[in-house]
């Protein structure tokens, strides 16, 4: 029986982020001659997503072109899945098509593995009696090994699977508040034991191996107070003490987060002659070393040194300082990216880019978001806010047909995650009520009041209703001609509008303040 692979955007998304030079390479040997099947929605879903470890950081599916084959679905098709498992859904929805597609597939006698790390997929194929299974993209990777003459490409594939599977784990665990992840780790455990394949075991020697990533990792562990093995430990000399200074650092943010502090300027000049003074110490004990080392210090330190640089960006922010704010949000930008996480990139020019919104940049606002809205992401609900923001600025540049396409993008991922998607509205909301747009603020919590009803979350209902009320308050004191305009292009955000349940919880919200 043959064997066909139906892939997920998440996967292409972990490969953008983990692959080296030779990937493309190593994974159309191993497939031996079989294509990567996809459906267009991933392809757009994909499309900017770069290779973020090879030179020149090349496009994803110009790389990868000779290895997909593109099939597209009947929207008939998805609908009368999505009525059969109980959802509602667009007519391109990604996950639906991707699971019709691999279902006819079986149903024709091919054995298909649908390559995905939504565990959603795993219960909707069990529960539905789709003829599929599933594995995330870390198995897959580690299922092509077949401990044949190309031990190079083994050793590489088996890497690259290793720190695919690093990526799934920590995604899975970030998320423990929102569901059961005992559930998708099972999964994920079980699905890597029953590959086809024998596991080769580690050499012993691996062990011994100490590269830079791994140097730097345990570093970063030791600056954030973590405990590592005293043989790892030796190997990082006296780095650990040169960058103990960076400590304090957290510590202070830590403090801001939860003092009641009211003294801006105080707290501004505080937090700067910190880390002056951290950075004067851990100059003179870096200044003695190598390129080498000093590389490894300050890549381990830059995460420190990012929340740094964001926090006096928002302070300088809230004190009216734009051009101060915007050159403390570059220096967190450029923090960003010696930091092996894509997270901080995306927010860091977020920010810049709400910066530059406020400015009345548009131009410059539109770069910055439309770059934080490509950053490559496990989970697509964190580009919500990215893609929201772009789509109003693109509105602004009179750039409608683009707008809207952001929002319609938008609007897709919040009907997948309405509760995520009511949290991402929500912030999305708090920060244009802070740069003076409360109109559209307005409109950001009436659309997230919708997503939290789907979600039939009666807590963060009351919540959001609390907040609407203080931007309707402002709503008085702003004027923007392009106001309407813009709220039409937001409304078009969420579906549904269940204006009796609003009603009654902006009403009740109501009552509590008075």
């Not at 930008?333 to 977020?350: C, F, N, P, Q, Y």
């Not at 750039?399 to 991922?413: F, G, N, P």
């Not at 308050?473 to 702003?478: G, I, N, Q, V």
């Not at 409304?491 to 009403?507: H, N, R, W």
């Amino acid at each position: 029986m043959s064997q066909a692979w139906v892939v997920d955007s998440n996967c292409f998304i972990h490969l953008g982020q983990k692959g080296k030079e030779k990937v493309v390479e190593d994974l159309k040997s191993a497939l031996n001659g079989a294509k990567l099947l996809i459906t267009p929605g991933v392809k757009d879903e994909v499309a900017t997503v770069s290779m973020r470890k090879i030179p020149g950081h090349p496009n994803l599916l110009a790389l990868f072109d000779t290895l997909l084959h593109s099939t597209s679905v009947e929207e008939e098709d998805v609908r009368n899945l999505a009525t059969k498992i109980g959802e509602r859904a667009a007519p391109q929805d990604v996950d639906l098509s991707l699971m019709v597609l691999a279902d006819q597939l079986g149903s024709d006698g091919a054995e298909v593995i649908l390559v995905s790390d939504d565990f959603k997929m795993t219960t909707t194929a069990e529960t539905a009696d789709l003829a599929f299974t599933t594995c995330p993209p870390s198995t897959f990777i580690e299922r092509l090994i077949d401990g044949g003459v190309e031990e190079g490409r083994d050793e590489r594939l088996r890497s690259l699977s290793r720190q695919v599977r690093a990526s799934e784990m920590k995604y899975a665990i970030s998320r423990r508040d929102q569901y059961d992840v005992q559930k998708k780790l099972t999964w994920m455990v079980d699905s890597l034991l029953a590959s086809a394949h024998t596991m080769a075991e580690e050499h012993e020697s691996n062990e011994d191996e100490v590269d830079e990533g791994r140097l730097i990792a345990d570093l970063t562990r030791t600056i954030r107070g973590y405990g590592i093995k005293s043989k790892r430990l030796e190997a990082l000399g006296n780095l650990p003490e040169i960058c103990q200074p960076v400590q304090r650092l957290d510590q202070h943010l830590s403090s801001l987060r939860t003092s009641a502090e009211d003294d801006i300027p105080t707290t501004l000049r505080a937090t700067k002659n910190l880390l002056t003074d951290v950075m004067e110490q851990v100059g003179l004990g870096l200044a003695p070393l190598d390129e080498a080392k000093a590389e490894i210090a300050h890549r381990a330190m830059a995460g420190s040194l990012l929340r740094t640089e964001s926090a006096l960006g928002v302070l300088e922010g809230m004190e009216g300082e734009m051009e101060r704010a915007r050159t403390h949000l570059v220096r967190a930008l450029h923090l960003a990216t010696l930091v092996d996480d894509v997270g901080s990139e995306r927010k860091a020019m977020r920010r810049l880019g709400v910066l530059a919104l406020y400015a009345g940049n548009l131009q410059r606002s539109f770069d910055l978001l439309a770059a934080a809205t490509n950053q490559p992401t496990s989970n697509p609900v964190d580009t919500i806010p990215s893609l929201v923001l772009s789509a109003i600025v693109a509105m602004l540049l009179e750039q409608r047909e683009d707008a809207q396409k952001r929002v319609e993008h938008a609007a897709s991922l919040l009907s997948k995650s309405p509760l995520e998607g009511a949290d991402s509205l929500d912030r999305l909301g708090s920060i244009l009520l802070a740069i003076d747009r409360p109109d559209l603020a307005v409109e950001l919590f009436d659309e997230a009041m919708e997503l939290a009803l789907i979600g039939s979350d009666d807590t963060k209902l009351e919540a959001i209703a609390h907040r609407l009320l203080q931007a309707e308050t402002a709503l008085s004191e702003s004027d923007h001609d392009d106001a309407p305009s813009l709220r039409m292009l937001l409304d078009g955000l969420t579906p549904v509008d269940q204006g009796e349940s609003k009603t009654k919880a902006i009403s009740q919200a109501s009552t509590g303040d008075a």
